[in-house]
């Protein structure tokens, strides 16, 4: 299962449980939906703490596969070039 998934099964039972919660306690109409604008708040700072943690575990991926391919493409010019500098033999 990848961890996208896992974490939005987790946030998603975290808000359903803590609806429900709030909707069979016994308090007043107001009180109540104070509480749940409150947590709706807080799923929602949660939810874009992580996607901003994700998204810089994303470019910090990106930045090595650039070096990656940069490292690569440097060698390949390096052997291309000593290749071209070793003298060639004739084969009969």
Same mark, same amino acid.
């Given at each position: 299962m990848s961890k996208g998934k896992v974490l939005l099964g987790v946030? %998603?039972? &975290?808000?359903?449980g803590a609806a429900l919660g709030v909707l069979f306690a016994p308090d007043k109409g107001w009180n109540t939906r104070k509480r749940i604008i409150k947590k709706g708040e807080n799923i929602t700072e949660d939810l874009r703490d992580k996607f901003e943690e994700f998204l810089d575990s994303l470019s &910090? =991926? %990106? *930045?090595? &596969? =650039?070096? *990656?391919?940069? *490292?690569?493409?440097?060698?390949? =010019?390096?052997?291309?070039? *000593?290749?071209? =500098?070793?003298?060639?033999? %004739?084969? %009969?």
């Open positions: 946030l %998603a039972g &975290v808000a359903v &910090v =991926k %990106a *930045d090595e &596969v =650039k070096e *990656d391919i940069s *490292d690569f493409s440097e060698k390949s =010019k390096s052997k291309s070039r *000593d290749a071209k =500098k070793e003298p060639r033999t %004739a084969t %009969a």
